[in-house]
Nanobody, 123 residues
C-alpha cells in the first residue's frame, strides 16, 4: 500500500512561485502514475496535472498550462509540482494521488491519496 505525503504549500503573493512535493513510501511508486488535484473552499476537487510512471508523459488542465510543471524523481520516490505566476484563484488544498494504471484526469482514476497541503495566494 502506497502512502503519500504532500509538502511545500504555504502563503505566497500573486505572481510568486511554490514547489509542492509528493513523497511516497510503502509501494512500487516508480511504477505508478501520479496526479495532482486541488480543492478550493466550496468547490469540487479539480484536476491540475498528471505524469506517467516514467515521467515521459505529462498532462495539464488548460488553466495551468504554461504556469505549472509536473515532474518526478523515481530514485527519491517523489513527484513535484512547480507552480509559477500564481494567482489568487490558485488558492486551494492541493492533493497528490497515485495509481498503478495509466494516469487519469479523473479523481476516480486514483487509488491512493495524500492528506493535502494548503496553498494560499494573496492579491
Amino acid at each position: 500500500q502506497v502512502q503519500l505525503v504532500e509538502s511545500g504549500g504555504g502563503l505566497v503573493q500573486a505572481g510568486g512561485s511554490l514547489r509542492l512535493s509528493c513523497a511516497a513510501s510503502g509501494g512500487p511508486f516508480s511504477s505508478y502514475a501520479v496526479g495532482w488535484f486541488r480543492q478550493a473552499p466550496g468547490k469540487e476537487r479539480e484536476f491540475v496535472a498528471a505524469i506517467s510512471w516514467s515521467g515521459g508523459n505529462t498532462y495539464y488542465a488548460d488553466s495551468m498550462k504554461g504556469r505549472f510543471t509536473i515532474s518526478r524523481d523515481n530514485a527519491k520516490n517523489t513527484v513535484y509540482l512547480q507552480m509559477n505566476s500564481l494567482k489568487p484563484e490558485d488558492t486551494a488544498v492541493y492533493y497528490c494521488a497515485a495509481d498503478p494504471s495509466h494516469y487519469s484526469v479523473s479523481e476516480y482514476g486514483y487509488d491512493y491519496w495524500g492528506q493535502g497541503t494548503q496553498v494560499t495566494v494573496s492579491s
